[in-house]
């Protein structure tokens, strides 16, 4: 595997279940993202982890549980979600020195869609 | 507040048809602009980073530049191939450093 890669590509989910998003990072980054992308607007940034710690969370819904156990994997756990959070949601990682953050290289992004 | 605005939203060229999309932006002070093609059922791929004004760079028939307050990605000679989604975000001083605002994008479409 190369890049970045999360499963499941697509999921279908009622609003009671409980499901989990997975992003692997094949680039020897230690930051990592979760984006949310909606039709006609921007991508909006959920959370960042940086070297295993959440630096970020953008006002997110606590329906939204964001997990990284080490800088190579990123999970995003979703329960009692509602049909608005139908979306892409894509991961991204980067390499964070002291010149900066860097460049965000993105996975292929899960299609989700809440019955 | 930081703002990015890419214009057109759409644009359709014949093959061969050269033009220019812009992203102007609003922040308080410029980390790095990023511009990213992407294509309909994938995520964003990475295209080039500009950090200062007068700074240009380019790839194949891509060619990015940026001033203080906007940043053209110009396609010369472009092919069908080209069709894709370009998205423009900025980083900005004002946040912690990790968040990048996105445009919208200029969804393009090259006919043969």
């Known amino acids: 595997e190369t890049g970045v890669t999360q499963t499941p590509r697509h999921l279908v989910m009622g609003m009671t279940n409980k499901k989990s998003l997975k992003c692997e990072q094949h680039l020897g980054h230690n930051a990592m993202y979760w984006y949310k992308q909606s039709a006609k607007k921007p991508l909006e940034l959920m959370f960042v982890?940086?070297?295993?710690?959440?630096?970020e969370n953008n006002s997110v819904p606590s329906r939204f549980s964001p997990e990284c156990p080490n800088s190579s994997h990123l999970f995003l756990h979703l329960h009692t979600l509602q049909p608005e959070d139908s979306a892409l949601y894509l991961c991204?990682?980067?390499?964070?020195?002291?010149?900066?953050?860097?460049?965000?290289?993105f996975g292929p992004g899960t299609r989700l869609t809440v019955t | 507040e930081d703002q990015v605005t890419q214009s057109p939203e759409a644009l359709r060229l014949q093959e061969g048809e050269s033009s220019s999309l812009n992203c102007s932006y609003t922040v308080s002070g410029l980390r790095g602009l990023f511009w990213y093609r992407q294509d309909p059922g994938k995520g964003p791929e990475f295209l080039f980073t500009l950090y200062s004004a007068g700074e240009e760079k380019e790839k194949e028939r891509l060619k990015a530049t940026l001033t203080k307050k906007e940043s053209f990605l110009h396609i010369t000679a472009p092919k069908p191939e080209d069709s894709a989604t370009y998205l423009c975000a900025v980083q900005a001083l004002s946040n912690s450093g990790y968040a990048l605002n996105f445009g919208k994008g200029t969804s393009l479409l090259v006919t043969p």
């Open positions: 991204a990682s980067s390499q964070v020195s002291g010149a900066g953050v860097g460049e965000q290289y």
């Open positions: 982890y940086s070297l295993e710690e959440r630096v």
